[in-house]
């Protein structure tokens, strides 16, 4: 259960990492710096979220995370990477909504209780999570990844 609210901030994190906007593209250095300064900002907030010790604590601290992750990717949507990063910038937003998904199950799992689905969203977010900290370490943004 730790290890997927941990996967989960760290996503959150990753996610953090982009902040922009305007039509014009940034370079690539200029996306790195933005992104990786931003994960160092948002780190902090996910790090105070912490994480759960029994089952019951799981949909608080989940919620709390989701609304970083919300306020992260409204940052995200705004960035215009460079055109050669852009295939997998959107699959880091695929990832990271992918995530998303399987921590509102996680969520909604532990408020019914259910074991079976508190482990399978685990296992999802997990896979997610993972896929995001690759695609986030191809694009250079390092920091934000556990």
Do not use: H
């Not at 997927?4 to 250095?29: I, K, M, N, P, Q």
């Not at 989701?66 to 050669?84: F, H, S, Y």
């Not at 999802?124 to 250079?140: P, R, Y």
């Amino acid at each position: 259960m730790r290890g997927f609210v941990a996967a989960l901030v760290g996503v959150l994190v990753l996610l953090a990492g982009c902040g922009g906007g305007g039509d014009t593209r940034l370079s690539r250095e200029e996306f790195e710096s933005q992104g990786n300064a931003i994960c160092a900002k948002y780190q902090k907030q996910l790090q105070a979220v912490g994480n759960p010790s029994s089952i019951d604590e799981i949909p608080d601290l989940v919620d709390q995370a989701v609304a970083i992750l919300n306020r992260e990717i409204a940052e995200i949507a705004a960035l215009k990477p460079p055109a050669d990063m852009q295939t997998e910038f959107d699959a880091l937003i695929d990832a990271s909504n992918n995530t998303k998904d399987a921590a509102a199950d996680l969520s909604q799992a532990a408020k019914d209780g259910d074991r079976a689905a508190v482990q399978k969203a685990l296992d999802e977010g997990n896979a997610a999570s993972k896929k995001a900290d690759q695609i986030a370490t191809q694009l250079g943004l390092d920091s934000c990844t556990p």
